[in-house]
């Protein structure tokens, strides 16, 4: 069969698992181009009966789904990839199988982020470079408090880290409860509080219909001058006008911002030439150990399928 390998940006899928079990009886192609709409998208992946996708880089909707004839088997990084449209695979017959993924790499992204922001880093380097010496005064981490919106497993990890710190933690979800907080060593306040009282404020919340827009004006007016805001979870969770205006004007000290409404990043999009921003691209799964595991699962998900036995099955 023909196996497209897509979203394989740093041209790296290949030495991150072995593949030579599936090439000697298929045949692999990768990519690493950027999604570059439905037509284009739809005519390079037309010949191709199995497609393996990295997490929410190519939507793969039905207007997709629908074009491709040849199309018997999806693959998945991660057990969950908002891009595909499992119904309309669904309604298709093709199967969607995923991989593990991992709970360490993002949280461990976004105290990166916090860290920087708290003690202006990636400024300092940038005027290093230039030749100055010390211009910036730091914060100090030990006593603040570290808001978490969203307690699961990622905001978990989130708490557990703060408490090596000497940081308050405190968190909301909506389904949230106080001994559920205690357990995982936060304190469950209520969603205004956790804006009014959060220092830094880290968001690792589901992107779904209830949370789309989740943080908007209204929530940003109630954060501190002198807060921070980090968002490693799903750029739709916040409203980025909202956010920009916020920066702009100083209302917030400032963001550490990895995801977007639409990626890749426009090369003019208003956020790039924003105050008060440490901007990376959606670098939170981006770790030889993670790629590992999503590539060294998608060849097991495919042996698996070719014995007809698959496994870790989304639809």
Known sequence: MKIAVIDDYQSVARDMADWSGLEASHEITFFNQVYEGVDGFAERLAPFEIVCLTRERSPFKADIIERLPNLKLVVTAGMRNAAIDLEACKASGIPVVGTAGSAQATPELAWGLILALARNIHIED?????????????????????????????????????????????????????EAAVEAGAVRVEKDD????????????????????????????????????????????????????????????????????????ASDHPIRQCPRTLLTPHLGYVTDGTYQLFYGQMVESLEAWFSGHPIRVLA
């Open 194 to 265: 956790l804006f009014r009282q959060s220092d830094f404020l880290t968001i690792h919340y589901k992107l779904g219909d209830r949370s789309r827009g989740l943080v908007g004006a209204a929530e940003l007016a109630l954060m501190k001058p002198s807060a921070y805001l980090v968002n490693t979870s799903r750029g739709p969770i916040v409203d980025t006008d909202a956010l920009i205006g916020a920066l702009t004007e100083g209302r917030i000290a400032g963001a550490g911002i990895d995801v977007y409404d639409a990626e890749p990043l």
């Open 126 to 178: 940038a005027r290093m470079r230039e030749g100055s010496w010390i211009t910036t005064l730091g914060l100090d981490l030990s006593g603040k408090t570290l808001g978490i919106l969203g307690l699961g497993r990622l905001g978990q990890k989130m708490a557990q880290i703060a408490q090596v710190f000497d940081m308050n933690v405190i968190a909301w979800s909506a389904n949230l409860t106080d």
